[in-house]
């Protein structure tokens, strides 16, 4: 069963792909301590800060940074002027120090996506808040046992989260190890791919940062990017392999990727290695979700379009008169109504592989790294999903019927307990589950038992779907999250918090 396109949506891209040159770079930086928003230029891949004598230190300055998208002059949020911010390279072992600096108007912080580190301290605290002007230090290990992966930095100060990933903030965090050394993986090139849906012209500020019916759905932005770039070019070596490490770093859209002609081969989710390779014709990935997949240039030389193709994640417009789980059959990927989102119905060129050089025919890898099962749970516990409206508030998203309360602590664990989390969407969208400092294995959806292992953080879980995630709370005692991944949603209310004790 190869890819194919349809007729309606080739005509779509037909109509969309000749708008922006290949390869147009977007934003850039302005120097370090500049505090207006500074000129641009590209954002690179030269633009990495790797651990060095096991220690990986730097500065990090949240502000506004002027960008150029189609459209016109637009002003986005950056780490150190870079759209993404500097992508972050550390080993098992090494020390991290990153002093953040907040050059905008509302308060911001760091988190560590996926990483398993301790949640409190100065480490990866989701409480902490660095208020406009100040400075914070952070510092942990990443742990000696920690498994090799693409991770992802980004604020997570409750209030101002979704405004600011929407804004542009966020970067790319690899840990290097045995996977990396696998030698077919080894021999790939690499390549990471941020992706990231940008607010048109005039930025966030235009697209309204309160409430309104788009932020309920979750707000997504016209600007697709890969890197920071519009369509940008991607080198393969006839014969050879391309790792691309790819991480939805949008507030809300959920990216469905299809590469012309060429399957991906996953090697790595969200917390790291496969046991082996999975061969996808399609990728969907929801914000925060991470995937390390190969591909093979084993076709014709030529160029090949990496595609977002449309989906369909629930939407405000089923709330009234359709009850919850019409039209959520099969169906679903790509052939309904657009449920109010900008881009539902057309697929979008989001960057082109082009065939460059040769190189001799690479396998692929056989094998990977072993993924050891959870054991039999110590408990199960329940979480619903849903939303209500409050009065005076409007819509609230819940969980175990309770919005988000700083200091209510609603789950209380055992260090070192492994469980079991049913987790239910009672409601008409889809909600990507989102559990910090301790990756998950996903163990049935709606009873059907997940076709392979994988360490995951990030889960989407279907508008009327049950899921079954297991984990264990290994190492680290204190409190930090779970939420929805959709910020918009989090901020909303969706959020719970988790005391390891
Ligand atoms: Cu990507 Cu609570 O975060
Ligand atoms: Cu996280
Ligand atoms: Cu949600």
Redo the contacts with the bound molecule.
Sequence with gaps: MGFRLGRRSFLALAAGAGATAVGAALFGGSGIGDRRPGSAAAATASSGVRSSGGLLQLDLVAQETAVQIPGGPATALTYNGLLPGPLLEVEPGDRVRIRLHNRLDRPTNL?Y??LHIPPGGNADN?FLSVAPGATQDYGFTIPTDHPAGTF?Y?P?RHGT?ADQVFGGLGGVLIVRGALDRIPEVQAAREQVLFLKDLPGEGGIFAMGAGMGPGRMLGREGPVLTVNGQVNPSLAIPAGGLVRLRIVNGSNARFWRLALEDHPFHLIATDGGALAEPVELRELLLA??ERADVLVRGDRQSGSYRLLNLPTVRGGLGMMGGMGPGMGMGPGWRGGRGRGGFPDGESAAVIATLAYEGAVALLPLPSRLLPVAPLPEPARTRRFVLDHGMAPGMGMVFLINGRAYEHGRVDTRVRLGDTEEWEIVNAGVMDHPF?V?INPFQVVSRDGRPEPFLAWKD?VIVRAGETVRIRTRFADFAGRT?Y?C?ILDH?ELGM?GVLEIA
């Design positions: 988190h996506h996926g989701v992802y980004h997570h989260v914000p925060g989102h910090h990030v999250v939420h991944h989090e959020m």
